[in-house]
């Protein structure tokens, strides 16, 4: 049952949330979440030079990125159901250990192949910390509050497209392009211990003797047949594709199409967290004023209206670095108000599968990525139109569901109209 009100109210446990440390929880859980895409921004200005190091070509790099993506994906889908089972914090321990061991791994591979096998062990590492800092915000607060809480988890969350490539570039320049891998583990060693000293467990005993994987998988099986939730799982899975699509392709677009250097690219790369980061912030006023799911029906709708015309440009012959990074960053900062609104009102109703349905979301948001970026990766040739059309198809998927799921007049059992 959603609350009336964007009060503050008491959680499952009976504890109120007024007296929860929210800012302690929004700023360790955005940073557990942020060390798995710590990983992929922090190498991507060095992409180019990891490829001609070890001899492969763009393709295989990408590889790489997909190999990550499908790893943390299907990893969600057993890291869920196991933060259920066995609580919230002992899964994340067990994956920040596999994903620092998988770094070191990166920073010594002889070769492609070496290094795309590590990186998949690394992304089964990081999906633990994906997918459980929402499940957590799940156990603790609910409505408009969570809306709020995942808001600020985006906003923390948008420190590693932000410092990330900047760090990547000036370690890769200074050291080397392995010892970007070696900062990687350290990333997760000082989140390990984030983890360990300031994140109390979150789900009692008493909830998870219910849970175990037979469960998990029934649960899925209710997820699955759930039209709504799976609308707006779809939704958050192309919104986040459309910026894989851009992660994968924008290293080798920037540095051969238009010449800029790993770091401008960096900064280039910078200015869509900046603009992820200014929504987000906006967002908790926005769906207090107007309601969650009118704020996701105009924001998408805007998102495609700036891809698309992006797109047009594109075609139109339109060839200029700014006209590029300019829309990107409108297209891109929307994600701000996008993804934390499907992400709660999909989760919203599924109390008991919080973790499931966590995972479930994530593991289509990434394997989502994955199919995005090898359908655009045969027609990339370096210049920017099969990038502008994978991240606009994406924009049109999103756009058609949520015309068709958030109807202004439509009611959703269990969900407050306005909200």
Do not use: K
């Given at each position: 049952?959603?609350?009336?009100?964007?009060?503050?109210?008491r959680?499952?446990r009976?504890?109120?949330?007024?007296?929860?440390?929210?800012?302690?929880?929004?700023?360790?859980?955005?940073?557990?979440?942020?060390?798995?895409?710590?990983?992929?921004?922090?190498?991507?200005?060095?992409?180019?030079?990891?490829?001609?190091?070890?001899?492969?070509?763009?393709?295989?790099?990408?590889v790489?990125?997909?190999a990550?993506?499908?790893?943390?994906?299907?990893?969600?889908?057993?890291a869920?159901?196991?933060?259920?089972?066995?609580?919230?914090?002992?899964?994340?321990?067990?994956?920040?250990?596999?994903?620092?061991?998988?770094?070191?791994?990166?920073?010594?591979a002889?070769?492609?192949?070496?290094?795309i096998?590590?990186?998949?062990?690394q992304?089964?590492?990081?999906?633990?910390?994906?997918?459980?800092?929402?499940?957590?915000v799940?156990?603790?607060?609910?409505?408009?509050?969570?809306?709020?809480?995942?808001?600020?988890?985006?906003?923390?969350?948008?420190?590693?497209?932000?410092?990330?490539?900047?760090?990547?570039?000036l370690?890769?320049?200074?050291?080397?392009?392995?010892?970007v891998?070696?900062a990687?583990?350290?990333?997760?060693?000082?989140?390990?211990?984030?983890l360990?000293?300031?994140?109390?467990?979150?789900?009692?005993?008493?909830?998870?003797?219910?849970?175990?994987?037979?469960?998990?998988?029934?649960?899925?099986?209710?997820?699955?047949?759930?039209r709504?939730?799976?609308?707006?799982?779809?939704m958050?899975?192309?919104?986040?594709?459309?910026?894989?699509?851009?992660?994968?392709?924008?290293?080798?677009?920037?540095?051969?199409?238009?010449?800029?250097?790993?770091?401008?690219?960096?900064?280039?790369?910078?200015l869509?967290?900046?603009?992820?980061?200014?929504?987000?912030?906006?967002?908790?006023?926005?769906?207090?004023?107007?309601?969650?799911?009118?704020?996701?029906?105009?924001?998408?709708?805007?998102?495609?209206?700036?891809?698309?015309?992006?797109?047009v440009?594109?075609?139109a012959?339109?060839?200029?670095?700014?006209?590029?990074?300019?829309?990107?960053?409108?297209?891109?900062?929307?994600?701000?108000?996008?993804?934390?609104?499907?992400?709660?009102?999909?989760?919203?109703g599924?109390a008991?599968?919080?973790?499931?349905?966590?995972?479930?979301?994530?593991?289509?948001?990434?394997?989502?990525?994955?199919?995005?970026?090898?359908?655009?990766?045969?027609?990339?040739?370096?210049?920017?139109?099969?990038?502008?059309?994978?991240i606009?198809?994406?924009?049109?998927?999103?756009?058609?569901?949520a015309l068709?799921t958030?109807?202004?007049?439509?009611?959703?059992?269990?969900?407050?109209?306005?909200?």
């Amino acid at each position: 049952m959603i609350i009336q009100s964007f009060s503050l109210t008491r959680d499952h446990r009976g504890m109120s949330s007024s007296n929860a440390p929210v800012f302690r929880h929004a700023v360790v859980l955005g940073l557990l979440t942020t060390i798995g895409p710590f990983a992929i921004d922090m190498y991507l200005p060095a992409l180019p030079a990891i490829g001609r190091a070890l001899g492969a070509d763009p393709h295989a790099m990408q590889v790489s990125l997909m190999a990550f993506f499908i790893a943390v994906g299907a990893g969600q889908l057993v890291a869920g159901p196991l933060s259920d089972m066995f609580g919230r914090r002992r899964p994340m321990v067990a994956g920040l250990v596999l994903f620092m061991l998988a770094s070191i791994g990166c920073a010594f591979a002889p070769s492609a192949g070496v290094l795309i096998a590590l990186r998949f062990v690394q992304g089964l590492g990081a999906c633990a910390c994906m997918v459980t800092p929402r499940a957590v915000v799940r156990d603790l607060y609910t409505g408009p509050e969570a809306a709020r809480m995942m808001s600020l988890l985006l906003m923390v969350y948008s420190v590693s497209p932000i410092l990330a490539p900047l760090a990547g570039s000036l370690v890769a320049e200074s050291l080397g392009w392995r010892a970007v891998f070696v900062a990687v583990a350290a990333v997760g060693l000082a989140g390990l211990a984030m983890l360990l000293a300031l994140l109390p467990e979150t789900r009692p005993a008493t909830a998870r003797l219910s849970s175990n994987f037979r469960s998990a998988m029934a649960g899925y099986g209710v997820l699955l047949r759930d039209r709504h939730f799976m609308a707006l799982a779809f939704m958050a899975s192309f919104t986040v594709s459309s910026f894989f699509v851009y992660v994968a392709n924008s290293p080798f677009v920037m540095s051969t199409h238009f010449g800029v250097s790993p770091r401008l690219y960096a900064v280039l790369f910078a200015l869509n967290a900046v603009s992820l980061l200014a929504l987000s912030q906006a967002n908790g006023r926005l769906v207090a004023r107007f309601g969650i799911r009118r704020v996701l029906r105009t924001a998408v709708i805007a998102q495609a209206a700036t891809i698309g015309l992006l797109l047009v440009l594109t075609l139109a012959g339109v060839d200029r670095l700014s006209v590029l990074v300019a829309l990107l960053m409108i297209g891109f900062g929307l994600n701000g108000l996008i993804v934390p609104a499907a992400f709660v009102l999909a989760m919203e109703g599924h109390a008991a599968l919080a973790g499931t349905a966590s995972a479930l979301i994530g593991t289509m948001n990434f394997a989502g990525g994955a199919v995005m970026v090898a359908l655009v990766a045969p027609f990339a040739d370096g210049t920017p139109l099969p990038m502008v059309g994978g991240i606009a198809a994406c924009a049109a998927v999103v756009l058609t569901l949520a015309l068709r799921t958030l109807r202004p007049a439509q009611r959703v059992p269990g969900v407050m109209q306005g909200f």
